[in-house]
């Protein structure tokens, strides 16, 4: 008797803990669907241009881009996507960042060619992955392309975020992901 009770028990507590596929997850890791993609949070976190691995985010971008305002920072986020079906498949072609107070934060635009670790829209074989293997992206410290974000520090004040995932044309939300700040 004791012995079907504890393993009754065993087989509730391996049930607990992070769903493969929840509809937004809680922390760093989890997988999470979006239109025909699966797609893992790998690390999202605030960038420090005068660190030595933070500032090789920050290359390649737009001129009107380099400068923070006192009020701003840089946040990074570094996902991971695979294709799981059948058919070749597109990659989610819109993110933002909402804030509580439904602030909408979208990504600063990154050239590719300057920054190997920015994200890449395309559409991805059976079973490929972005970013694509044998990449800086993924073989970088976070193994996920960049989404680079300019938030105003006021969103310590509006957490949590939340990262949307939208594709199609009309760029419905297809998925979404919370982030830890």
Same mark, same amino acid.
């Not at 699966?38 to 400068?67: F, I």
């Not at 498949?89 to 990504?107: K, L, M, S």
């Not at 992206?137 to 990262?163: E, I």
């Given at each position: 008797?004791?012995?079907?009770?504890?393993?009754?028990?065993?087989?509730?507590?391996?049930?607990?803990?992070?769903?493969?596929?929840?509809? /937004? $997850?809680?922390?760093?890791?989890?997988?999470? *669907?979006? +239109?025909?993609?699966? &797609?893992?949070?790998? %690390?999202?976190?605030? @960038?420090?241009?005068?660190?030595?691995?933070?500032?090789?985010?920050?290359?390649?971008?737009?001129?009107?881009?380099?400068?923070?305002?006192?009020?701003?920072?840089?946040?990074?986020?570094?996902?991971?996507?695979?294709?799981?079906?059948?058919?070749?498949?597109? /990659? $989610?072609?819109?993110?933002?960042?909402?804030? *509580?107070? +439904?602030?909408?934060? &979208?990504?600063?635009? %990154?050239?590719?060619? @300057?920054?190997?670790?920015?994200?890449?829209?395309?559409?991805?074989?059976?079973?490929?992955?972005?970013?694509?293997?044998?990449?800086?992206?993924?073989?970088?410290?976070?193994?996920?392309?960049?989404?680079?974000?300019?938030?105003?520090?006021?969103?310590?004040?509006?957490?949590?975020?939340?990262?949307?995932?939208?594709?199609?044309?009309?760029?419905?939300?297809?998925?979404?992901?919370?982030?830890? @700040?």
């Amino acid at each position: 008797m004791i012995l079907a009770s504890v393993a009754v028990l065993g087989v509730g507590l391996a049930a607990c803990g992070k769903a493969n596929n929840p509809e /937004t $997850a809680e922390n760093d890791g989890v997988y999470v *669907t979006a +239109g025909p993609i699966t &797609y893992q949070l790998q %690390v999202s976190r605030q @960038l420090n241009p005068y660190a030595t691995e933070d500032s090789q985010y920050l290359k390649g971008l737009p001129a009107t881009d380099t400068v923070l305002h006192p009020n701003q920072m840089w946040y990074a986020v570094f996902l991971w996507a695979k294709n799981q079906t059948k058919q070749t498949a597109p /990659t $989610a072609n819109t993110f933002d960042i909402v804030d *509580t107070q +439904g602030n909408h934060y &979208y990504p600063v635009p %990154v050239n590719h060619s @300057l920054n190997g670790y920015s994200w890449t829209t395309r559409s991805l074989n059976p079973g490929a992955v972005e970013p694509a293997p044998d990449t800086q992206a993924s073989f970088g410290p976070t193994q996920g392309g960049l989404l680079l974000f300019k938030l105003s520090d006021a969103v310590y004040d509006n957490r949590p975020l939340t990262l949307e995932i939208r594709g199609g044309q009309a760029h419905k939300i297809w998925s979404t992901i919370s982030l830890d @700040l």
